[in-house]
T-cell receptor
């Protein structure tokens, strides 16, 4: 019973490089989310998806793109990484309408951009 | 936009002490949640509250949904070293077209043995 799985767990990028973070959930959840967590800032929503083939912007979407080609996967892309994107990234999923039990989170991807 | 004001930002306590933290908002919500995040992990749900005035316990943890629906608190009794982590409040209006879960900025708890 994996829940929400994020890969990779750690990554170091050079400024200007690109990468994709993968999130996979096995709970048949409709909704998926990408957050970033920075010290003192809590969790900030980057993008989210309310179903396969849909995406929407969250609070801090600039510099990121997402895709939801399959219901179980939600990809977060950085086309040209910047040091300001150094953060811990969390993926989460929930049932339709937000689910009575909130969101289930992955264990995070720690990204450093140098 | 909607915001949750969580306090305190951090706490340093002695093992065995009780802990109290709270979360307030200017907006009304019909669901309040409390999460705990341990180092190197994602947040994990501790307690969910669905009714104004509701008081719910999970072991040594007790949380209440404020009667005004604009606040919630979390108490931890007789703290132990494994209580260390960041505690987040979260709130939403369940039943809408999407689960707009909003998070507080967290309370970082340190417990000295």
């Amino acid at each position: 019973n994996a829940g929400v799985t994020q890969t990779p767990k750690f990554r170091v990028l050079k400024t200007g490089q690109s990468m994709t973070l993968l999130c996979a959930q096995d709970m048949n959840h409709e909704y998926m989310y990408w957050y970033r967590q920075d010290p003192g800032m809590g969790l900030r929503l980057i993008h989210y998806s309310v179903g396969e083939g849909t995406t929407a912007k969250g609070e801090v979407p600039d510099g990121y793109n997402v895709s939801r080609l399959k219901k179980q996967n939600f990809l977060l892309g950085l086309e040209s990484a910047a040091p300001s994107q150094t953060s811990v990234y969390f993926c989460a999923s929930s049932g339709r309408g937000g689910d009575l039990y909130g969101y289930t989170f992955g264990s995070g991807t720690r990204l450093t951009v140098v | 936009g909607q915001q949750l004001n969580q306090s305190p930002q951090s706490m340093f306590i002695q093992e065995g002490e009780d802990v109290s933290m709270n979360c307030t908002s200017s907006s009304i919500f019909n669901t309040w949640l409390w999460y705990k995040q341990e180092p190197g992990e994602g947040p994990v749900l501790l307690i969910a509250l669905y009714k104004a005035g509701e008081l719910t316990s999970n072991g040594r943890l007790t949380a209440q949904f404020g009667i005004t629906r604009k606040d919630s608190f979390l108490n931890i009794s007789a703290s132990i070293p494994s209580d260390v982590g960041i505690y987040f409040c979260a709130a939403m209006n369940y039943g809408g077209s999407q689960g707009n879960l909003i998070f507080g900025k967290g309370t970082k708890l340190s417990v000295k043995p």
